[in-house]
């Protein structure tokens, strides 16, 4: 396999620590609203990369994160909690906020087929350790309290710049953050105290005063404690490099004194209008949405599929159909292998398929192959195929009224009655089956 690692800048041959237990991490949502079609493009890349991990032989050990407290309203340490903000929103407690949208967001984790992570981790179920990791910064030198909190010390990180090539010279006091008490314009909240008259529903005491920790510190945490010092892959959108993720490798190879991680891999944004999608634009969409359009899920999934992790993609509903009419080709396809029972090994075209996407997760070249191929396609390369990418193409058995009434229309077909052959046909088609026939006799495939 070959991936572009963002600390390199590069396409790097993917070398793990342990190819039985290949440690990657995942940026998760942040629990306090509906996740859009722009979040769960991330997520659906990432799917790739763990089921392509494992065509190439590989044991993904996969940690996705859900961050229930600490994301501030701005990467300046500044605002309320996320969370607090939902909250507010809905008249809910902050715990009550944060379970609604977990099970909302793994319930369309669901939808979209992605593989469950080996372990999903709430930010709250390790405050402890966050606790003691910060201790450990603070012994050896890298914090320093201000009236408001315990901040990391970027100063004294010399590497602090490298991952994502920042000019901090060249950062203007306001740039980025605002400097308030600060030593240096990218320093950051390990940790929050709560100032007097401020109403937080989540507090911890931590050095004798209530607080809540820093957002950067929690994947950390979760890696440290779950992974340990070195993992193999970290995931995430672009947006994350130049803060999130810049801060987490400060804070965890200040730490340990370890390389925090051997491969980054970060998606571009799609966009709407040209424009990032946000809720702070307004431009967004849930899958939801999509569904009230009739734009299935995996519908979806195959549009994002079919462009590159790296590039930017415009959204579009028309795209999208044009998305779900592929997928509904490639289902029939494999409707129909399925019915005349085309099992066999599967095809060197299967391997140029996983070939593709070995090579930094490249699925717009993996379905060209597929459509140049795809009537030669065997069963068993369809289910390689979907293995893959999960999409959906392997038919279960239809229902046994259903095989009756495909059988009724035949045997009215060969006594010439063609109108009770019709009325069969339009039956069918009210439960989106539509019977071809050939010469290996009648074919059923699913229709919109």
């Not at 396809?333 to 299967?350: P, R, Y």
Request: proline letters at 2%; aromatic letters at 12%.
């Amino acid at each position: 396999m070959r991936l572009f690692n963002t600390a390199s800048k590069t396409i790097e041959t993917f070398k793990p620590q342990n190819p039985d237990n290949v440690k990657i991490y995942t940026c998760g949502p942040t629990v306090y609203d509906y996740a859009h079609v722009g979040n769960y493009t991330s997520y659906i890349y990432w799917d790739l990369l763990v089921r392509t991990l494992k065509a190439n032989g590989y044991t993904p050990n996969r940690v996705l994160n859900l961050t229930d407290v600490g994301h501030l309203t701005s990467d300046a340490d500044e605002g309320e909690d996320k969370l607090e903000k939902g909250a507010r929103r809905e008249k809910m407690t902050v715990w009550e906020i944060a379970q609604k949208y977990i099970d909302y967001y793994l319930e369309n984790f669901r939808k979209l087929n992605l593989t469950e992570p080996n372990h999903i981790c709430r930010a709250t179920d390790f405050i402890e350790q966050d606790e003691s990791l910060i201790d450990t910064l603070i012994e050896k030198g890298y914090t320093y309290e201000t009236k408001d909190g315990i901040y990391f010390d970027t100063s004294k990180f010399s590497r602090y710049a490298d991952f994502a090539h920042l000019d901090l010279e060249g950062l203007e006091a306001g740039a980025r953050v605002e400097m308030n008490d600060k030593h240096n314009k990218t320093d950051f909240a390990l940790w929050k105290f709560i100032q007097p008259g401020e109403d937080h529903a989540m507090r911890w005491d931590y050095k004798d005063r209530d607080g809540y920790p820093g957002w950067h510190i929690e994947c950390s945490t979760i890696i440290h404690e779950v992974l340990g010092e070195t993992i193999d892959i970290h995931t995430g959108g672009i947006d994350h490099i130049p803060i999130h993720h810049t801060n987490e490798i400060a804070q965890s190879e200040s730490a340990f004194d370890k390389k925090f991680c051997n491969y980054w891999l970060h998606c571009n944004f799609i966009t709407i209008d040209n424009q990032k999608i946000s809720k702070s634009l307004g431009n967004t969409y849930t899958l939801e949405d999509l569904e009230q359009e009739g734009i299935k899920p995996l519908d979806f999934k195959m549009w994002v599929l079919s462009g590159h992790f790296q590039g930017t993609r415009n959204f579009s509903f028309e795209d999208l159909r044009a998305a779900g009419f592929r997928r509904l080709h490639w289902r029939n396809l494999a409707a129909k292998a399925f019915q005349l029972n085309q099992v066999e090994e599967h095809s060197e075209i299967t391997q140029k398929v996983i070939d593709a996407t070995s090579d930094n997760l490249n699925s717009a070249e993996a379905f060209a192959i597929i459509d140049q191929n795809s009537l030669s396609l065997s069963l068993t390369d369809w289910q390689k195929i979907d293995d893959l990418f999960g999409l959906g193409l392997i038919p279960e058995d239809i229902e046994d009224d259903i095989k009756y009434l495909i059988h009724e229309r035949e045997e009215a077909r060969k006594n010439h009655d063609f109108e009770t052959a019709d009325r069969i046909r339009d039956e069918l088609a009210g439960s989106n089956i539509s019977v071809l026939d050939s010469n290996d006799g009648p074919i059923w495939q699913f229709v919109i």
